[in-house]
């Protein structure tokens, strides 16, 4: 594990950071809240990659677990997937200096995968699928009752995005779901943190990073496209993410087209609709400074 440098450290007690700590447990603690996330009892099995997503989750799980008004246990869950150059020993290491409990679990799954997948061809989403298996493996082992994931606001932009463009869904990352064997709760306490604040954060703490290419595999074309379009949204147009992040909190399936969601065969004129009627209405937006504008609808 390294040592944090004297400028690190100087950071970590800076006022700003003290601010972004707050802010990023208030997220957390807020998500935990609107989930349900985590009750009395519960034992959450945190899996740490060794990226900054996941050290941040778990450094801010225990720091909220402090002053919880419910008793939890935390067990920090690494997978060594045996990719070339993994420091094994990193990851031990940093969970003794934090004095949290843990499980390191060894999987030989880089060689299944690149054993399975032809050169040149993504290996993501079987590795993915192995992992899975694993890591739902040991939490009935440790008898955990959640599983949490550092995914963050971010991510579930993007698969959103991927999703609508690629899939044909409207569908993102929930912050909370039960496996299809309905054993495990996963849940995913950053959902209302962003990537940026996240990197700051890990950026300030001098966690020992573990690189993600390790296994060489190209991050998916789709997503990185899906991730320079957010970004740019985000340097042109202030706002806006985090209005498609509040949008993921207000969806209105009247005035969608599925019918699986809105009972359109039995709409009639005696059918309460909860948006009304803005059949002939162009949609009215606020302003950031709360007024309202109108979008003149293209002929
Ligand atoms: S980047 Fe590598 S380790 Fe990560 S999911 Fe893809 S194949 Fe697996």
Redesign the pocket.
Known sequence: MSTPSPQSAETRFSNTFLRLKKKLERGVGEAIADFNMIEDGDTVMVCVSGGKDSYSLLSILLALRERAPVDFRIVAMNLD?K?PGFPAEVLPAYFESIGVEYRIVTEDTYSI?KDKIPEGKT??SL??RLRRGIIYRVAREIGATKIALGHHRDDMLETLFLNMFFGGKIKAMPPKLVSDDGQHVVIRPLAYCTENDIARFARAMDFPIIP??L?G?QENAQRKQIKAMLAGWARDYPGRIESLATALQNVVPSHLADQRLFDFQGLDRHTVVAEGDTAFDPPELPRSGGDVIRITPLD
């Open positions: 997937q990719q995968v290996t993501c590795c993915s993600c290419n296994c595999s």
